[in-house]
């Protein structure tokens, strides 16, 4: 089993920054890849970034060059820099544990709101 705890979430102006962290506990050998993605009311939850085991990369076309994923592997974290924040970018974010397997695990969720 793997436990995903998010942070970072809050209040930012348009044209502000956040970073976003994902610590992973549990079973950290059976994951493939930790992603977020995010959902705003009435939406479909979406790919945001991804990041598999060996370092491959992947964005969604809307924050390309905006927001950056990295990891720390002696801390089991994942984090989403997102600089440049618009309005539309206010959703809830969630973190996503790919298993090698079929199946993941996904975090509880948090809050980024871009608004003035």
């Known amino acids: 089993q793997v436990q995903l705890v998010e942070s970072g979430g809050g209040l930012v102006q348009p044209g502000g920054s956040l970073r976003l962290s994902c610590a992973a506990s549990g079973s950290i050998s059976s994951i493939y890849s930790i992603g977020w993605y995010r959902q705003a009311p009435g939406n479909q939850r979406d790919m945001v970034a991804t990041i598999t085991s060996s370092g491959n990369i992947n964005y969604a076309d809307s924050v390309k060059g905006r927001f950056a994923i990295s990891r720390d592997n002696a801390k089991n974290t994942v984090y989403l820099q997102m600089n440049s924040l618009k309005p539309e970018d206010t959703a809830v974010y969630y973190c996503?544990?790919?298993?090698?397997?079929?199946?993941?695990?996904w975090g509880q969720g948090t809050q980024v709101t871009v608004s003035s």
């Open positions: 996503y544990a790919r298993r090698w397997t079929m199946g993941g695990t």
